[in-house]
C-alpha cells in the first residue's frame, strides 16, 4: 500500500498532495454540500434498495420526499469536511487540524487489521 504513494511512502508528496486537496475542500465546504444537497431531492438517485416494496423514504408536511439514509450520508461527509473523525458511528472528540487528520486517514489506510477485512482472502504471510 504505501509503494502507491510515492518513492518517499508517506512523508513525500503524497502527504503533501493531500493536505493541499484537503484544505481545498474545507475551504469550499459550502458549494461542495450545496452539490451534494441536490441528491437528497433528486428522485432518480436511490440510496439503497428496496424490501419488497419498502422504501425508506417518508414524505414531510410540504409534501416533499425525504430519505433518511441519504440525509445521514450528507451529514457524515459534512461532519467529515470540517475534520470530525467517525470510526463504527461513534464521533471521536474535535475537529482535527488538516495535518492531523491526513495523518490519521494515511494510518488507517497502512493499518493491516484494516487491509485484511478489506482484502477477502489476503495472506500477508506468503
Not at 441536490?38 to 419498502?54: A, I, Q
Not at 488507517?108 to 504471510?125: F, H, I, R, V
Amino acid at each position: 500500500m504505501v509503494n502507491g504513494m510515492g518513492p518517499m511512502g508517506t512523508e513525500g508528496l503524497f502527504r503533501r498532495a493531500c493536505e493541499v486537496t484537503l484544505r481545498l475542500m474545507r475551504n469550499q465546504r459550502e458549494p461542495l454540500m450545496s452539490v451534494l444537497k441536490t441528491f437528497l431531492h433528486d428522485p432518480l438517485v436511490e440510496w439503497s434498495k428496496p424490501v419488497r416494496g419498502n422504501t425508506k423514504t417518508a414524505v414531510n408536511e410540504t409534501g416533499e420526499i425525504v430519505n433518511e439514509k441519504a440525509k445521514t450520508h450528507v451529514q457524515d461527509i459534512d461532519q467529515r469536511l470540517q475534520g470530525v473523525i467517525k470510526n463504527r458511528n461513534r464521533v471521536k472528540g474535535l475537529p482535527l487540524s488538516i495535518e492531523g487528520h491526513v495523518h490519521h486517514l494515511i494510518q488507517d489506510a497502512t493499518d493491516k487489521n484494516l487491509l485484511c477485512q478489506m482484502y477477502l482472502g489476503w495472506a500477508p504471510y506468503m
